[in-house]
């Protein structure tokens, strides 16, 4: 936009009244003075602006909203790295009592059958356990994959086809095959889902790139504040909201759409992080 003391007089002696600044013609010189400084006042601002929207009002929309949508950015990564990280421990866990389940079974401390039955339980307990340190949106996602864990029935009935035929008969098996049959139960307790693990490392990698991003830009807005104390304080409690919120708006989403909608579930949470994120650094 040019200066306004580039504009033709005529055309600003025009619009003045619109625009809430005197007239340079009109009033003598203390009508000068003030249209001078009407125009003074332009240059500092930008430009003529409609009456009744102050500048400072608009300066602080605009920060807020690129604040809000920064709380966006670390609630988004903040959920992919802790179901991702949830998932790992998962894994591992389910891995370590198979491994000693089975070592038990091996050295003769326990049957073959006891350890495929303990196998069974303990991964399904130990699913369950960690859905409920997944987030919401994780948790709904883990569900519509897999509502609960098989049953031992199934997983013999399972088994015995995979080793001996689609038309094999558990009863009808010797000693030995049933044996196999339960050592296959419990090595497969301890393998968790080959593709979803792949995609959950994708995701831990794309979670902490974002988090990394977000506390970037917070890290970028403390530097550049005259108030650095003041603007820690206020990026750390923006973020926060924005991660809680997240949380929040996500678990409530859960309640209202049921299990395993991870749709319904995932605009819950951005919607909950937006608001608090906002609602935060409006308050602010």
Excluded at 41 to 70: K, Y
Excluded at 175 to 188: D, I, L, P
Excluded at 190 to 208: E, F, T, V, W, Y
Aim: charged share 20%; with cysteine.
């Amino acid at each position: 936009m040019n200066s306004p003391g580039v504009h033709d007089e005529g055309l600003l002696r025009a619009q003045a009244p619109a625009l809430g600044i005197g007239s340079p013609g009109t009033g003598g010189a203390g009508s000068s003075a003030a249209f001078q400084a009407s125009m003074d006042r332009m240059d500092a601002e930008g430009g003529p602006r409609a009456p009744g929207v102050p500048a400072d009002d608009d300066r602080a929309a605009f920060d807020n909203a690129i604040r809000a949508l920064e709380a966006q950015i670390a609630n988004a990564g903040a959920h992919l790295a802790l179901d991702s990280s949830t998932r790992a421990a998962y894994s591992r866990k389910v891995a370590e009592l198979a491994d000693e389940l089975r070592g038990q079974a091996a050295s003769g401390q326990i049957t073959w059958r006891q350890a495929a039955e303990q196998a069974t339980e303990a991964r399904n307990l130990t699913m369950e356990s960690m859905r409920w340190r997944s987030t919401p949106v994780g948790q709904a996602m883990a569900e519509s994959l897999k509502s609960q864990g098989r049953t031992f029935n199934e997983l013999i009935a399972r088994k015995t086809q995979q080793l001996y035929g689609n038309n094999a008969d558990f009863n009808r098996l010797t000693e030995a095959q049933r044996s196999a049959v339960y050592g296959e139960v419990v090595k497969s307790a301890g393998k968790s889902n080959p593709r979803i693990d792949a995609q959950m490392r994708n995701l831990s990698h794309a979670g902490r790139g974002l988090v990394g991003f977000s506390l970037a830009l917070s890290a970028y807005t403390v530097m550049t504040a005259e108030d650095k104390g003041e603007a820690v304080r206020r990026e750390a409690a923006i973020t926060g909201g924005g991660v809680l919120g997240g949380l929040a708006g996500g678990a409530a989403a859960g309640l209202a759409c049921g299990p395993g909608a991870p749709v319904c579930v995932g605009i819950g949470a951005f919607a909950g992080g937006a608001a608090a994120a906002f609602g935060v650094a409006s308050f602010w």
